[in-house]
């Protein structure tokens, strides 16, 4: 089981900046998919999920309208596309596989976790 994510980066507050998470495919079938993130000295928290199908995503009110999830069943990779992005939004992004097809916000509803990369927002 394995998810590599990828695409973290030092920006300028509102620039743009597309995450990616590639699972194996045992990891990635018929499963919901999920970014969370944490900044130094807070817990992890939920970023946006994703079902299964792709039908269904979720964001948390801090990223909503400025955050996508989307994935590439095809490709085992789910994205995650920020835009706007804030020195509040710096932190280590994770990408986790769901436990479920469908989409979840809660970290114990992620069984496996990638190793995180790291977005910086400059001011």
């Known amino acids: 089981v394995q998810l590599q994510a990828f695409g973290g980066g030092l920006v300028q507050a509102g620039a743009s900046l597309r995450l990616s998470c590639a699972a194996s495919?045992?990891?990635?079938?018929?499963?919901?998919m999920g970014w969370f993130r944490q900044a130094p000295g807070k817990e992890r928290e939920f970023v946006s999920g994703?079902?299964?199908?792709?039908?269904?995503?979720y964001y948390a009110d801090s990223v909503k309208g400025r955050f996508t999830i989307s994935r590439d069943n095809a490709k085992n990779t789910v994205y995650l596309q920020m835009n706007s992005l804030k020195p509040e939004d710096t932190a280590v992004y994770y990408c986790?596989?769901?436990?479920?097809?469908?989409?979840?916000?809660?970290?114990?509803?992620?069984?496996?976790w990638g190793q995180g990369t790291l977005v910086t927002v400059s001011s």
């Open positions: 994703i079902s299964w199908s792709g039908s269904s995503t």
């Open positions: 986790a596989a769901g436990r479920y097809s469908t989409t979840r916000s809660e970290l114990s509803d992620y069984a496996y």
């Open positions: 495919r045992r990891t990635f079938s018929n499963n919901g």
